[in-house]
C-alpha cells in the first residue's frame, strides 16, 4: 500500500537534480470519517527560517487519489538547498475539490539532521465542515440526460438536448430524446416512479436515433428513483441504474 501510495502520488520536481533526496512520513487525523475519491493530499517541504518572510518551498508531493488515512508520503527536494542553520518544517493539507477540509496546525520540524529524513506522523486538523447536501425535488427540475445503462450520453443536436422534466400540474411528463420532444404521464409513490404513455414527435434525425430510442426504452421501464443533491438515477424492478441525470437550473 506504501509504494503504491508513493506511485500515484505526483510530485513536483522544481527543477531537481539527479541526485534529490526525499522526506518521508505519514499523514493522519483523529476524526471519523473518510475522504471521499476526490481529495487531494498536498504535502510541502518548506524553509521556515526566516519568521517575517513567506516560507520558501523546498519540494512539494500532491497525491489526487490518497485513499484513507494513515497515508504515506515523499517529498522529493535537492539536499544542496539545505543550509545549515536554516529551519525546515513539513506542512499537509487535504483539500476537497476548492474546499480545504484539512491543514497542520501547528509547525513539524524536519532535517535538523540532514541525515534524517523522516518526518515521522504528521496530523492535520479540520477546518471545513461539509455542507449539509439538499436533495433537488422529483418534480418541477430540469433534468439533463448524463447515462445511459452506465455509459455517458454525449448529445450532438441537432433538437434540444436529452433531459426529463415531470411537471406537477395532471402529472405530466416532457422533454426531449435528442432529436424529438415527448410527452407522457406519470405517478410517484416514495421511491416508486413509472412513466408511461409516453408518445414523441416523429423526426428523423441523422445523429442521436440510438440514444433516443434507449431512452424512451429507460423511460418506458423505470420502476424507481433515487435523488442524490443535484443527481437523479432512474432504475428499473430489479433495481438496475437505467439512466443519470443531473438538475440544470436556467
Not at 522544481?14 to 499523514?27: D, E, K, Q, R, S
Not at 496546525?105 to 529524513?117: E, G, K, S
Not at 436533495?135 to 455517458?152: C, E, H, I, K, S
Request: with cysteine.
Amino acid at each position: 500500500m506504501y509504494l503504491k501510495t508513493l506511485l500515484i502520488a505526483t510530485t513536483l520536481s522544481l527543477g531537481l537534480p539527479a541526485g534529490a533526496a526525499n522526506v518521508t512520513g505519514t499523514v493522519v487525523y483523529l476524526e471519523r470519517m473518510a475522504l471521499p475519491p476526490d481529495a487531494v493530499l498536498e504535502v510541502r517541504l518548506e524553509d521556515v527560517s526566516l519568521a517575517d518572510a513567506p516560507a520558501r518551498t523546498l519540494g512539494l508531493s500532491t497525491n489526487p487519489q490518497p485513499g484513507q488515512v494513515p497515508i504515506p508520503f515523499s517529498v522529493q527536494y535537492d539536499p544542496a538547498s539545505v543550509q545549515p542553520g536554516h529551519r525546515y518544517a513539513v506542512r499537509a493539507t487535504l483539500r476537497v475539490g476548492d474546499a480545504l477540509w484539512f491543514t497542520t496546525t501547528r509547525m513539524y520540524p524536519v532535517l535538523a539532521d540532514p541525515a534524517n529524513t523522516d518526518a515521522g506522523t504528521i496530523r492535520v486538523e479540520r477546518v471545513h465542515a461539509e455542507p449539509a447536501r439538499v436533495d433537488r425535488p422529483l418534480a418541477n427540475t430540469y433534468w439533463r440526460l448524463v447515462t445511459l445503462d452506465g455509459q455517458p450520453v454525449h448529445f450532438r443536436g441537432p433538437g434540444r438536448e436529452p433531459h426529463l422534466l415531470l411537471h406537477v400540474d395532471a402529472m405530466r411528463a416532457t422533454g426531449s430524446g435528442g432529436c424529438n420532444t415527448y410527452t407522457g404521464t406519470y405517478q410517484a409513490d416514495g421511491k416508486k416512479l413509472s412513466i408511461t404513455s409516453v408518445a414523441s414527435t416523429m423526426m428523423a434525425c441523422v445523429d442521436g436515433m440510438e440514444v433516443e430510442s434507449a431512452f424512451y426504452a429507460a423511460l418506458a421501464a423505470t420502476n424507481g428513483y433515487r435523488t442524490a443533491g443535484d443527481s437523479l438515477t432512474l432504475t428499473d424492478a430489479s433495481g438496475k441504474v437505467l439512466a443519470t441525470f443531473q438538475a440544470v437550473d436556467f
